[in-house]
């Protein structure tokens, strides 16, 4: 019978993984997915990007709801500032994209400070209504400064290089883009194991023992706006390159809900479940759509009139049923089959 | 080896879709179409992609383009403009489209205008006909459609012409976007030509429901000529909000407001509401088409039918007779080409004649004035297609 992992020092206790097995499927994962383009054609390269940008965005809404605890439904409005940042700085001002793609971060980080102050004292779903209304005043100085924002017309992005490859369709952004979420999934993992990541944890868990504890509640939570709203910004800055265009109708309230469904699926707390709750949602529409392929050419009136609908409908059930079924979320579901594998033939 | 030569040469020749674009077989053209399936404003896609279903049955029906049929493939966006990309990017390499007609809405089309340039996808818009999509001009995109500010400006003079009195208040609700600002230079032009008083000037946000303060405004100004800059439910809770204060109203609408499904939205306020449009809301070509379609579609599909499936049919045929004129050797050039020169093209009298050879290579902006009545629930046109 196999026996489960024992740690015996401290720094096996905080490591990444002490499990080369982990390590060996990681890189091996990665060099997989780093051969994308040379095994797939160009539409599956731009899910593989969308997948990758909503990875980045999950993680980053993970980091502030799944461990800290505070619920935000300010997606859309960090996504858009990250967006337009990036847009304006490429396009309106020349900057490269080595420098405008940080900005990104960096100024949505700025804002989310502004946001984080007035809500310290707040939590829950109070908390999760003035993320809401941030959003809308996002939207409202997006559309009302014309000057900068071009207004309603929205900004086309432009003059995005990298050593001489435009990195704005095709192999060059899918590289670009991998090697930003690897870069923030990594950089995540190791924060959420620092003296920094344990008190977000503590807050979540429960706010009054952290702050007894010693945990400077309003700088650990300002902490937590900000470094979330600086990978939802570099999300959006990379949204903006794969679109080339951005509106403040791309940037709607559904963004958020479902960056909340991401994590909500993929296990809350857990980065590795963000990352498999981003995988999921992201190719659900694109397996239910080969899925109903399949019947493309039946001769029912009723599915040829009503494919879409029911399309919808079906998206909207898997993720009612795994909800209900599986409220640990993909993590959880992996958690399990794991523990199964450990233990057979015994059931506990 | 000549005779090799002149064999291979000949098997080149013959074979059409050696030299072709993507999307073109010796049997088939396939069209893209993106449009808005699913969510609350399906009904508007559902109508448009209709009308591509239909001008694919018609020409099919006469033995196709050249002898080729016309495929369209249609995929869902959900009016958000991110999946409008994605959903053209599969058309382009999954599917391999020719070209394009359903464009989905403004921000839509302009989320997709990056790689129908990048592809020169010959593309006809004919439902989100704004400013933008055809200023500056793109060389491979077509518009067809009036702009809202002429629409509104018709209807406005409309009223204005048929009962001029020195009372009447002007007054106007609009979306607070690009939309609304196309809505209120048309009321601003018509203000300012026909010295009428300009009663009230309102703004909201796009999914604002409640229009209760904004009717009491208009009643403390006196308004009673509305150009009403709502959409579908919004446009029925103003006119109702205006009802429940007794408002003595003429409104104006969007196109929008033309389509059945919208006029039944705003017909309990009780209102006969105008509506001017590029594309004909009735009359013989209409019941022609309705009885063209009967071969096309299901009577289930029929109920759809709606101002977007003329302007979506409209669309697909002048692309088809853009196509036409290239011959065997259909190129995306060779279209693009044609559709430059398309001239006084027949809509079956759908609309006025399109023309695409100007500078804008934008057509369809004369507009018809309709108006609704209540009685009946049917359209009745007020003054025909003209050039505002």
Redesign the interface.
């Known amino acids: 019978m196999r026996t489960g992992h024992f740690n015996e020092t401290h720094s096996q206790l905080v490591a990444l993984s002490t499990s080369r097995t982990v390590w060996g499927w990681t890189i091996a994962a990665i060099t997989v997915v780093a051969a994308a383009p040379l095994l797939v054609?160009?539409?599956s390269l731009?899910?593989l990007v969308?997948v990758m940008i909503a990875i980045v965005g999950a993680v980053g809404l993970n980091m502030l709801t799944g461990t800290t605890g505070l619920v935000s439904l300010g997606q859309a409005g960090f996504l858009a500032v990250g967006a337009y940042t990036n847009a304006i700085l490429l396009s309106d001002y020349g900057w490269s994209v080595w420098f405008s793609l940080p900005m990104s971060g960096v100024v949505a980080a700025a804002i989310s400070v502004l946001v984080g102050v007035p809500s310290l004292r707040l939590k829950g779903l109070y908390l999760a209504i003035t993320t809401l209304a941030f959003s809308f005043i996002i939207n409202?100085i997006i559309?009302y400064a014309e000057d900068l924002t071009h207004?309603?017309?929205?900004v086309?992005v432009k003059g995005a290089t990298m050593f001489g490859f435009n990195v704005q369709?095709g192999a060059p952004l899918f590289y670009m883009t991998l090697a930003v979420t690897i870069l923030i999934v990594f950089g995540v993992l190791n924060l959420s194991r620092t003296r920094i990541g344990r008190a977000w944890m503590a807050i979540r868990d429960h706010d009054i023992a952290a702050r007894v504890m010693g945990v400077d509640l309003v700088r650990y939570k300002l902490l937590a706006f900000a470094i979330s709203s600086f990978i939802v910004g570099i999300a959006g800055g990379l949204?903006s390159l794969?679109?080339?265009?951005v509106?403040?109708?791309?940037f709607?309230l559904?963004l958020s809900i479902e960056a909340l469904a991401i994590i909500i699926l993929g296990g809350l707390g857990s980065i590795a479940g963000a990352i498999l709750g981003a995988i999921f949602l992201t190719l659900l529409p694109e397996g239910l759509r080969l899925f109903f392929s399949l019947f493309a050419n039946s001769e029912s009136?009723f599915y040829t009139?009503y494919v879409?609908?029911i399309?919808?409908i079906a998206y909207g059930v898997v993720i009612v049923l795994f909800l209900r079924f599986k409220p640990d979320g993909l993590i959880g579901a992996w958690r399990d089959a794991r523990k199964y594998w450990s233990n057979w033939p015994l059931a506990y | 080896m000549k005779r090799l030569a002149m064999t291979l040469a000949a098997f080149l020749a013959s074979t059409a879709a050696y030299a072709a674009d993507p999307g073109v077989t010796d049997t088939e053209i396939r069209i893209g179409d993106v449009n808005i399936m699913t969510g609350p404003a399906a009904f508007v896609g559902k109508g448009f992609s209709l009308g591509s279903k239909i001008a694919a049955g018609l020409i099919n029906s006469k033995g196709g383009v050249n002898g080729r049929k016309i495929t369209v493939i249609t995929e869902d966006d959900g009016y958000i403009p991110a999946r409008s990309f994605q959903a053209l990017t599969k058309l382009i390499e999954v599917d391999e489209i020719f070209a394009l007609n359903g464009t989905s809405g403004t921000a839509n089309v302009m989320a997709m205008m990056p790689l129908i340039e990048e592809n020169n996808i010959p593309t006809v818009v004919s439902q989100a006909p704004a400013a933008i999509v055809y200023n500056p001009v793109r060389p491979s995109v077509f518009t067809f459609g009036a702009s809202y500010s002429d629409a509104f400006y018709a209807q406005l003079k409309y009223i204005h012409e048929k009962n001029p009195s020195k009372d009447a208040v002007f007054g106007i609700i609009r979306q607070d976007d690009d939309f609304g600002k196309e809505v209120e230079a048309g009321y601003d032009r018509a203000v300012k030509e026909f010295g009428v008083k300009d009663g009230i000037r309102l703004r909201f946000k796009k999914g604002t429901t409640n229009f209760s303060a904004e009717a009491a405004q208009m009643k403390e100004a006196g308004v009673t000529v509305l150009a009403n800059g709502g959409i579908f439910a919004g446009a029925g809770n103003i006119l109702g909000e205006a009802r429940k204060l007794d408002l003595q109203l003429q409104p104006a609408e969007v196109w929008s407001e033309g389509i059945p499904a919208s006029a039944k939205l705003l017909a309990p306020a009780g209102y006969d509401f105008m509506v001017a449009d590029y594309v004909s809301l009735t009359g013989p070509a209409n019941d022609k088409f309705m009885e063209m379609a009967k071969q096309f579609v299901t009577a289930d599909e029929l109920k759809d039918v709606s101002r977007y499936t003329y302007a979506s049919f409209i669309g697909l045929t002048s692309l088809a007779a853009a196509m036409e004129k290239c011959g065997q050797d259909l190129t995306r050039e060779c279209t693009i080409d044609n559709l430059r020169k398309l001239k006084d093209f027949d809509t079956l009298g759908l609309s006025a004649p399109v023309s695409f050879d100007n500078p804008e290579q934008h057509s369809g902006t004369a507009v018809g004035v309709y108006q609704y009545n209540i009685k009946d629930g049917k359209f009745e046109e007020r003054a025909g297609f003209q050039q505002y």
């Not at chain 1, 207004?151 to 929205?154: E, K």
């Not at chain 1, 794969?242 to 265009?245: A, E, P, S, V």
């Open positions: 054609g160009n539409y731009t899910i969308s409202h559309l207004g309603p017309n929205g086309f369709k949204m794969q679109l080339r265009f509106n403040i109708d791309v709607a559904i009136t009139n879409f609908e399309r919808g």
